[in-house]
């Protein structure tokens, strides 16, 4: 019997015509709104994978609701909204799609240090509300970054990539916090691996690039902030679980921190009304890490050859539960 894919977003074709070829069918969920889990169970009973691209919920109750699921596929490398226990314990397998993304996830990083850097999307802001009025010598200055320090928090793939930009572009000195050795950055690029405060106290930009766990949830608090220097700037582009948006509000209204630039953050959307969009020194953007054509087509091909190796029986491309074969 031909297996059944379902796939929780419009994806890049390429997926699809990998999956046709291999005589698999597939359902794509085309509305313009994220599926819940209660809505998904009932529907899942007739398929043997699923391709996971949004913020779903697989839960152990999802996981084993659905009888015939051999694989949890996500067009991501990020997978903390998956119970990999339950996966592992139920046998399912479980994909991601990592480094295809890292160069364009460093990218946004890179692009958010800028614009905050020089208050770019808040002079955007200015001109659109008709406040362009003359040039003011003292007015609008922002940061340079050539030769500050760069605290990477979580440097691994995305966190090199973002290493070896800003090195490159501005000569910034590397310094990072892991909880293992990251050898290739620091035979490479020079990165010094300190303590979580020693970073925090010599960082002109903090930029966290650590996966959400139980052990970075929202491990950038209040008490945190208050380490960094009133000069650095904050980026996130992780997952928005890992600040405190209250405590990141305060210290940039009370200037314990001097900006930050956030493609995630918690919820997803970000409410219109959040006070963090009316900040001169905060650059938000809407969780487009990974969102360029080549990045999507290299995601989504990974995602369907994942889904495909499964049912072939074969190891997957990428695995955070390997398939059992
Ligand atoms: N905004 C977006 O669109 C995107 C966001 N992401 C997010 O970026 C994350 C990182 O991706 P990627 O770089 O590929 O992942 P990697 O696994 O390559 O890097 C993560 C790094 O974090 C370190 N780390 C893990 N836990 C801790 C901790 N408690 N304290 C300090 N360091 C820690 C790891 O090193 P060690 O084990 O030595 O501690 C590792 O080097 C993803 O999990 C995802 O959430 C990814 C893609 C796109
Ligand atoms: O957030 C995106 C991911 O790939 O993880």
């Known amino acids: 019997m031909r297996k059944r894919v379902y796939i929780t977003r419009t994806v890049p074709e390429v997926a699809l015509e990998l999956l046709k070829a291999h005589q698999i069918d597939?359902?794509?969920w085309t509305e313009k709104r994220h599926q819940t889990e209660e809505e998904l169970i009932p529907v899942m009973k007739d398929y043997d994978g699923i391709i996971v691209s949004g913020p779903l919920q697989v839960s152990r109750q999802f996981l084993e609701s659905c009888p015939d699921l051999r694989i949890v596929s996500m067009m991501s490398v990020g997978y903390d909204n998956v119970d990999i226990e339950a996966a592992?314990?139920?046998?399912?397998?479980v994909g991601n799609t990592p480094g295809v993304l890292s160069g364009a996830t460093a990218d946004t990083a890179f692009l958010l240090l800028l614009a905050v850097s020089r208050k770019a999307f808040h002079m955007h802001k200015e001109i659109i509300r008709g406040n362009w009025k003359f040039w003011d010598p003292t007015a609008n200055l922002g940061l340079e970054l050539k030769g500050k320090t760069l605290g990477i928090v979580g440097l691994g793939r995305i966190g090199f990539e973002l290493a070896q930009r800003c090195a490159g572009a501005y000569g910034m000195?590397?310094?990072?916090?892991?909880?293992?050795?990251?050898?290739e950055a620091e035979k490479e690029l020079g990165a010094v691996r300190v303590s979580f405060d020693e970073l925090l106290q010599q960082s002109d930009v903090v930029s966290v690039h650590t996966a959400?766990?139980?052990?970075?949830?929202?491990?950038?608090n209040k008490e945190v902030f208050s380490k960094m220097k009133p000069t650095a700037i904050f980026i996130n582009t992780a997952r928005g679980g890992v600040h405190n948006e209250p405590d990141l509000i305060a210290a940039l209204q009370n200037g314990t921190i001097w900006g930050a630039g956030l493609d995630v953050t918690n919820p997803e959307p970000m409410?219109?009304?959040?006070?963090?969009?009316?900040?001169?020194?905060?650059?938000?953007?809407?969780?487009?890490?990974?969102?360029?054509?080549?990045?999507?087509n290299a995601m989504a091909a990974i995602a369907a050859k994942n889904v495909i190796r499964t049912f072939e029986g074969k190891t997957l491309e990428h695995a955070v539960v390997e398939n059992r074969v």
Not at 173 to 183: A, F, L, T
Not at 212 to 220: A, D, K, V, Y
């Open 26 to 28: 597939y359902t794509v």
């Open 212 to 220: 959400l766990t139980p052990e970075t949830e929202g491990m950038f």
């Open 271 to 296: 409410a219109a009304d959040n006070p963090l969009l009316n900040m001169p020194n905060v650059a938000v953007l809407p969780h487009i890490g990974s969102a360029t054509i080549d990045t999507r």
């Open 173 to 183: 000195k590397i310094i990072y916090h892991n909880r293992g050795v990251n050898e």
């Open 88 to 93: 592992k314990e139920l046998g399912i397998a």
